[in-house]
């Protein structure tokens, strides 16, 4: 079961969405309905997005992402958005990387 919020990674595509909701999610498949997105679950727990003939489903993936495959993510969204000094952030849990999140998200 997925725990909501969730971060989807877009491939060829380094800024992250921190999405709260699955109303959220799926005005999202609507603009994006890429089978090709990485989401990470507020648990740390990594899926692919399957489409289907009536919708979808969320497919854990084989790999988990890392926390620090995550944390870079994260760097990098925060450089494109503008934010300095992203070498310094740091999280030592999943938690935390939502928390960096939410942040960046409002600033």
Known sequence: MIAW???V???HDDHLLLLANL??????????????MMIIDSQGLSYHWRATA???EF???????SLAQLLDWV????????HCCTAKM???TIEQVFEMMR????N
């Open 75 to 82: 760097r990098t969204h925060a450089s494109l958005n503008g």
């Open 54 to 56: 009536d919708g979808g």
């Open 9 to 11: 990674k877009h491939p």
């Open 23 to 36: 109303q959220l999610w799926l005005a999202e498949l609507e603009i994006n309905p890429s089978d090709e």
């Open 5 to 7: 919020p969730l971060l």
């Open 59 to 65: 497919m854990l993936a084989n790999e988990p992402v």
């Open 103 to 106: 942040y960046l998200e409002e």
């Open 90 to 92: 740091g999280a030592n």
